[in-house]
Nanobody, 115 residues
């Protein structure tokens, strides 16, 4: 199994920045692709960004150009640098990784963008 723990969420003003982290533990050798989803109550979970083990990145249309995903493979830590945040970015952000044993999710971290 894989355990994922997110951190770094909080309250930020529009136009501000936050960096989320996701620390992986357990059967880390099964991890290749990692990514971030977000969810607002009453709406479907939305892909934010993903990154393969060799560094190929993909982004959701709503965050492309403002968010940057990265990973530290030695520490199996995933990051999400979020710039120029907007009120529409308010959501619970989840780290996830699909493996051959199953898809694992973190518990989520709340990001609130408000003045």
């Amino acid at each position: 199994q894989v355990q994922l723990v997110e951190s770094g969420g909080g309250l930020v003003q529009p136009g501000g920045s936050l960096t989320l982290s996701c620390a992986a533990s357990g059967n880390i050798f099964s991890i290749s692709y990692m990514g971030w989803y977000r969810q607002v109550p009453g709406k479907q979970r939305e892909l934010v960004a993903g990154i393969s083990i060799d560094g190929v990145e993909n982004y959701g249309d709503s965050v492309n150009g403002r968010f940057t995903i990265s990973r530290d493979n030695a520490k199996t830590t995933l990051y999400l640098q979020m710039n120029n945040l907007k009120p529409d970015d308010t959501a619970v952000y989840y780290c996830y990784t699909p493996t051959h044993q199953g898809t694992y999710w973190g518990q989520g971290t709340q990001v609130t963008v408000s003045s």
